[in-house]
């Protein structure tokens, strides 16, 4: 009996000396550098912040993601590839910027005119999107740990803008991508330039609008001292916010600290669309008390917009075959929730 004690407290302790020294080796810590193109102040720079501090909480202080907000590393379009070669671990950006290494990005960067709010749209990444994002992902040495989205963006105009005749002639900045495809197709006139020369080229008369962001922060840009028209509530656009990382730390990390970082994207997800929703809400009174209109397009006018943006859809479907996975993936997942016939 002595002799099967002693076996057995021999067997537990090294079973637990294993035990201790796995979790030491898998829970190492890992401290990584992230970049993001948004401020420390703003709503989404807010949250990539507290993304990186939920991550140390959940992971028992093991992975330390230091955020730096305002692209003050690399240029925001060179984030994703200093990510993928390791000049720095992680990208905070979106997949709208690196449509350039393969079209099927623009389907998980923003599906222009196709969701009406970010729940539909982060319901396609929990139904199998963020499984067939990571397989283009991978293919760039990076791995997709989720996305957030905020609400959907307004457009601002000196002119009114009240649906789909208003945009003929309609001179404005837009992004470049599918964006200026469709409306260029609807009569108007995008100019793309980067986000920073919006207030100066509405200012200037340049353009007599912008598509730029949501309500909120249109206004917090001050182009609603120039223009007094605005779209909303939004409809044509919803860019996805993606936090990604270098696949090869990825893989190194334990099963623990993985979970973590999905844990802290889940997390802040729903919290942006909520603080979003908010403050586009606060800004659509002030900015009524202030003299701008606020147009909500008709359900026919957002039906041809719509149109013709699956059009433009179907189009960039056949410019790589990831894009046409992409592409069927988004119309089966709209097809089976009723968003499209």
């Known amino acids: ?56 909480e959940f992971s028992n202080n093991t992975v330390q993601i230091e955020m730096h907000t305002s692209s003050s590393v690399v240029n925001a379009s060179e984030a994703f590839e200093a990510s993928s070669m390791g000049i720095i671990d992680g990208d ?45 992902y991978h293919q760039f040495n990076m791995h997709l740990i989720g996305v957030f989205i905020a609400t959907p963006e307004a457009l601002s105009s000196t002119s009114p803008l009240s649906g789909i005749e208003d945009l003929k002639g309609w001179k404005f900045r837009s992004p470049p991508g599918m964006e200026s495809e ?26 007599s609008g912008a598509d730029a962001s949501t309500l909120a922060v249109n206004k917090g840009l001050g182009l609603y001292d120039i223009a007094k028209y605005a779209t909303y509530p939004g409809f044509h656009s919803m860019p996805i916010e993606h936090v990604t990382m270098n696949l090869e730390k990825w893989n190194a990390m334990s099963e623990l600290q993985q979970n973590a970082l999905k844990k802290a994207i889940a997390t802040i997800a729903p919290e942006v669309v909520g603080e979003s929703r908010k403050l586009d809400q606060e800004a659509a009174e002030e900015l009524v008390k202030a003299g701008v209109t606020l147009e909500d397009w008709s359900d026919e006018d957002r039906l041809v917009f719509r149109k013709a943006a699956q059009k433009v859809w179907a189009d960039w479907a056949t410019r790589s075959p990831e894009a046409k996975v992409a592409y069927d993936a988004h119309i089966a997942y709209m097809k089976k929730t009723g968003i499209l016939d």
């Open 182 to 207: 469709i409306f260029q197709s609807l009569g108007a006139g995008p100019v793309v330039m980067p986000f920073g020369e919006v207030f100066t080229a509405m200012t200037t008369g340049t353009v």
């Open 1 to 56: 009996m002595k002799n099967l004690k002693k076996n057995l407290t021999a067997i537990v302790t090294a079973t637990l000396l294993t035990f201790t020294t796995g979790q030491a080796i898998a829970d190492e810590v890992m401290e990584l550098q992230f970049q993001t193109h948004h401020s420390a102040t703003s709503l989404q720079g807010k949250a990539l912040l507290r993304f990186a501090a939920l991550a140390k």
């Open 92 to 136: 905070a950006t979106g997949a709208g910027y690196i449509t350039g290494k393969n079209p099927a990005f623009q389907f998980y960067g923003d599906i222009m005119g196709g969701y009406s709010d970010p729940e539909q749209l982060l319901g396609w990444y929990d139904d199998g999107g963020l499984d067939l994002a990571n397989d283009l």
